[in-house]
Every structure is written in C-alpha cells, then in structure tokens.
C-alpha cells in the first residue's frame, strides 16, 4: 500500500517532533520531511513532493499564509493549517482556508499545544481526507477568483434585475439553505460573492466548523461580499439579502413566527456527529409553510444534508441543487443528495451562484 506523503511546516522544533510521531504511528502515513518556515517549506515540496502539508501560520522569514498563496499558484498540494483559536488565529484560519488551504486544527491550548495529544486522531483522519481532495478544483477556484473583478458588471446587471421585482406577484416567499464541509469556506466565497446586494431571498448556512471560527468566517465573506454575512444568533428575525452562517458548536434551525422568520440556536447533541448539522437545518426548514426553498449542497466528506434533503422534498414547493464532482473538494456530501435522484440541478461551483440568483429572481416573479 503507497503511503501518504507528509511534510510538516512549523518554527516551533517540538511541535515538529510530536506531529511527527503522531503521524508515523499511523501505518498509513510516512512524513517525509520538516520545515522551520514558508521560504523552507516552499524548497521542501519542490524536493520531497509531498502528497500533504501541515502548515502554522505564525513563522519567521515566510509566514503560512504567504507559503500558502505562492504554494497554491505555482504548485498546489493539499494543506492542513495548524492554529490557535484565538481570534486573530481563528482570522488567518479562514484568509488560509480562502486561499486554498484544505482543512484546519486547531491546537487545543495554543501555539505550544502540550496536549496536542487530544485531536491525534483528528490530524490523522484529516491527513488521510486532504490526500483523496480534488486540488485541481480548489486551484481552478482559486484563479477565478482573481477574474471576480472583471464579472462585476454582470454581478450589477443583476441588483438592477433583483430592484426591478414586483413584490406583488410573490405568492410563496423564497428561502435558501446551504449546506457545507470540507472546502467549504472556499465554496462559499465562490457562491456568496455572486449575489447581489439586494437579493431577495434569506439565506441561511451551515459549515461544519468549531465553535471560535464561523464568526471570523462571516466577517470575512462579509468583507468580500455585496450581501451582508453574519453570524447567526438565537432570536433574530431573517431578513431578505443576509446570509446567517450557524455558529460552530450550535445547531442552528428556522422557525416561522407569525409573518416572518426567526433563528433559534441550541447545543442538543451532536446529529451523526455534527453541530451543527446541515440535516437539522434543512429539517425545520421542511415544516415551514408559505415559503418556497432552496437547497443548495457544496463540497463535504459524508452525506450530512442528505436526510434533511429528503424530507425538504417530500413537503413540496423545493428545489435542490448539488456542486459536481468536477469542482467539489471533497465529493462526499453532494454524491449522496445526488445518488438519492432527488437533486434538481447538478452544477459546477462557479455556476451556483448565478443559479440561486435566477431561482429566486424566477420565484419572485411568480413562476415555479
């Protein structure tokens, strides 16, 4: 069996040593390499090639994120980030995950994590997930990123569209629920960006992420956005043209109160294992009358979103669209809507956004 190729990048020489015996012990692992910094860590992949990296983001000469963003141009490989849940940690964890980072850990008590012993088994498990990642997705992403600039005349053809609408031909308000994991920040950027500022539809989100990370995961999709992106919190009213990212560590549902829609936020446990849950979200949304919905499923290992999808369609008045597997990171979560053959629509990442903007437009309108 070929093992899976590991180099680990970080200033700190004990946390290269305990990451290090932490991998070998996995049969299935071999690092093949150490860095003390970025500038180290870009000579060592260009050596060694390594089928993963682990990468801190605070180092001398070269930083993670500035080894990331030349790494991921030039020679792309999957990478774990190692960070502190600090907010400034939690920060450079979502900028690194935006500019192609696979996944992330956080070190249980900072920079020198004695107890890093704790998520051994995350690490392992997420060295082994990074491997099987699509990187050839995540870097074609990345680049069109770099085109977003000149598709802002096509974005505002749209907020004009969106302003033309006729509220009175509305006969079911419209909701969208996305659902993501693995690669999901990155999805999420792609999509969210494409919205106009006066969207005419509540969105509402879960990423599998812990809890420190989904708010520094708005602020920045909020940053690069034309909607507002925020973090949910418990009570407060959905509002047409926001995006309400779950906090990490809550199940995040949606409730109807009187005319309007409402947020509710709990710590219940964790459904197959997740909280928050994309099933849990789309579930409540399945009992809600008057609205049309719309389910949008991205890049994640596992199948969360699958169950919840189902019942979404069995209620009627839903649409669901599924990233393929040619754009997703991970093609673990919209394989399972996708095998089910309740999905709508199949589409590649940098085409959902558009696709949400038609529906809804298309809703708005009156049509079905």
């Not at 290090?20 to 970025?38: H, K, P, Q, S, Y």
């Not at 940690?89 to 920079?111: C, D, H, L």
């Not at 505002?156 to 969208?176: G, Q």
């Not at 093609?331 to 809804?360: F, Q, R, S």
Request: net charge neutral.
């Amino acid at each position: 069996m070929k093992k899976i190729r590991v180099l680990i990048v970080d200033d700190s020489a004990f946390m290269r040593k305990l990451v290090t015996d932490f991998l070998n012990e996995d049969e299935r692992i071999e690092v093949v390499g150490t860095a003390r910094n970025g500038e180290d860590g870009l000579k060592k992949v260009a050596s060694l090639h390594p089928d993963v990296v682990t990468l801190d983001v605070e180092m001398p000469v070269m930083n993670g994120l500035q080894m990331l963003e030349t790494l991921m141009k030039h020679s792309p490989v999957p990478v774990i980030m190692l960070s502190s849940t600090t907010y400034e940690g939690a920060y450079n964890t979502i900028v690194a995950m935006q500019y192609g980072a696979i996944e992330f850990i956080a070190k249980p008590s900072g920079s020198i994590s004695l107890d890093l012993h704790k998520i051994k088994e995350e690490l392992i498990s997420k060295v082994i997930l990074a491997s099987r990642a699509n990187i050839i997705s995540m870097k074609q992403t990345i680049d069109r990123t770099h085109k977003q600039d000149s598709e802002k005349t096509e974005i505002n053809s749209k907020i004009e569209l969106s302003k033309e609408l006729k509220k009175s031909t509305i006969s079911l308000k419209p909701i969208v629920c996305i659902g993501s994991s693995t690669g999901g920040p990155r999805a999420l950027q792609e999509v969210l960006t494409k919205l106009p500022q006066h969207f005419q539809a509540p969105i509402v989100i879960v990423q599998h992420m812990p809890a420190g990370f989904t708010k520094s995961l708005a602020n920045r999709l909020d940053s690069l956005c034309q909607i507002h992106v925020k973090e949910a919190e418990n009570g407060e009213i959905l509002k047409p043209g926001v995006a309400y990212i779950a906090p990490g560590g809550f199940h995040t549902t949606v409730k109807k109160m009187g005319t309007t829609l409402a947020i509710t936020t709990d710590e219940t446990p964790p459904l197959r294992g997740h909280r928050p849950a994309v099933d849990v979200l789309f579930e409540t949304v399945s009992l809600i009358q008057g609205y049309q919905k719309l389910a949008v499923i991205l890049t994640g290992m596992g199948s969360d979103g699958t169950e919840g999808m189902k019942k979404l369609k069995q209620t009627g008045h839903t649409k669901v669209i599924a990233e393929s597997e040619k754009t997703s990171v991970v093609y673990g979560m919209p394989k399972a809507a996708v095998a089910t053959n309740l999905v709508d629509e199949i589409k590649d990442l940098h085409d959902i956004g558009e696709a949400i903007v038609h529906t809804v437009v298309q809703w708005n309108r009156g049509g079905n």
